[in-house]
């Protein structure tokens, strides 16, 4: 336990809970401006998992209903099951305010998490434009105040990076082998990332032997990853009952979205330009570890990628599902790699034009921040909007009477 305070040591705190604060404040009042000041949740996915908790536990924790409204690349079992117990000690007037403030604090811990796991990437001295990056990232802020079982799965995987490389590097397994197995229970589509823990656990564990024919090694586990990968993807999302009428094949006009559920730069989702950054990154680091022939992190974060790229594309095969309650965790990833690339950018413009580099990522770091913003507030508004539509449902009804 010492060793975890240890890690806050040198994180801004003060800074990050003032941040923090902010975005609690804001999506709380935005949501009880929209829903006749109740707190609740704007979308429905979130109450399905509530709904099911609350079946368990009064059930006395011996049956977890999975009915028609289950959405398995978003619902799963491990959440549900929490909820359960804090649901027998506050009751259901009280369980969604709860998961308000229990948000906040997985918030400040993957907050903590991703300074520190930022810090040993790129460096102390964009750790902190990181971070701020992150926290006001609308998947991040909609996915973590969205209720829904991805709270717990950031919380997860957060967890597991942490691991992966503070304690795999070490050849020590079992904090990330527990996160990596827990991830299985969160939803199916967690699951592929609990997967790609082990996987790169496994690659780690036999290094020395995979360095003796070290790019035929690779190129195979990728072939077969990806593979793997689309079967289980296609299974969960493509909808079976007829494929020529899903959105991809019913599609007269042909855009990036088409093929990519959030377009594939992640456009729809964060400052278009931003993507780029983040491939630049990821190739510099990718492309130095084949070069040395060396399993780092790298290599999971684009076994990662290519895993949420196929998400993005088989979810143009389904009419309803929501990419934004299950790819979230990515952006742990994708802003670390993006602040990189950023700041490799910033590094090369002052060799060229021999411009001051704090200028350039200063500049950018401060556009992309606004632009957050505006994303932020849009998508905050688009789902209160949606609580109006939504309400009259069942399951969300039994939670927001006064």
């Keep these: 336990m010492e060793r975890y305070f240890r890690i806050i040591k040198d994180v801004p705190v003060n800074l990050l809970l003032f941040l923090l604060g902010f975005v609690f404040v804001f999506q709380v009042s935005l949501t009880m401006f929209y829903s006749n000041n109740i707190v609740t949740f704007s979308n429905k996915f979130s109450f399905y998992s509530i709904n099911r908790a609350v079946d368990f536990a009064d059930s006395n924790f011996t049956t977890m ?9 978003i619902n799963g079992v491990l959440y549900p099951f929490v909820i359960s117990f804090l649901y027998k000690i506050v009751g259901k007037n009280n369980i969604v305010p709860l998961l308000y403030v229990m948000s906040f604090l997985v918030f400040f811990i993957i907050s903590i998490f991703f300074y520190v796991v930022s810090e040993k990437f790129s460096g102390r001295e964009i750790s902190l434009f990181s971070t701020i990056l992150f926290i006001t990232s609308m998947p991040v802020i909609i996915s973590i105040y969205s209720g829904t079982d991805v709270v717990l799965t950031f919380l997860l995987f957060a967890l597991n990076i942490y ?23 969160c939803s199916l589509t967690s699951a592929i990332l609990g997967f790609i823990s082990l996987l790169y656990i496994g690659l780690k564990f036999f290094n020395k032997k995979i360095k003796t024919d070290y790019n ?10 990806f593979i793997i990968c689309a079967v289980f993807l296609f299974y969960i999302l493509a909808e079976k009952k007829d494929l020529q009428k899903t959105p991809l094949f019913e599609t007269k006009t042909f855009f990036v979205n088409t093929f990519f559920k959030d377009g594939f730069l992640w456009s729809e989702l964060f400052a278009p330009f931003v993507g780029l950054f983040f491939y630049i990154g990821m190739f510099i680091k990718v492309f ?28 143009t095969f389904s009419s309803e599902t929501e990419t934004i309650f299950f790819i979230s965790p990515f952006y742990f990833i994708f802003v670390l790699y993006a602040c990189y690339g950023l700041y490799y950018f910033s590094l090369i413009i ?29 998508k905050s508004v688009e789902q209160n909007n949606n609580i109006r539509f939504i309400a009259n449902e069942f399951y969300i009804q039994k939670f927001m009477e006064k």
């Design 65 to 73: 209903k999975f009915d028609i409204n289950y959405k398995k690349e």
């Design 163 to 185: 691991f992966l490389i503070f304690d795999v590097e070490r050849r020590k397994y079992k904090g990330a082998l527990i996160t990596s197995f827990l991830l299985f229970f």
């Design 216 to 225: 035929k090694i690779i190129s195979v586990t990728f072939i077969l990853f």
């Design 288 to 315: 130095g570890d084949i070069k040395n022939k060396e399993i780092t992190f790298n290599i999971y974060s684009l076994f990662l990628t290519v895993a949420v790229l196929l998400m993005e594309f088989f979810s």
């Design 350 to 378: 002052m060799k060229v034009k021999n411009i001051n580099k704090n200028f350039i990522f200063t500049g950018l770091f401060l556009f992309v921040l606004f632009y957050n913003v505006i994303l932020v507030f849009n």
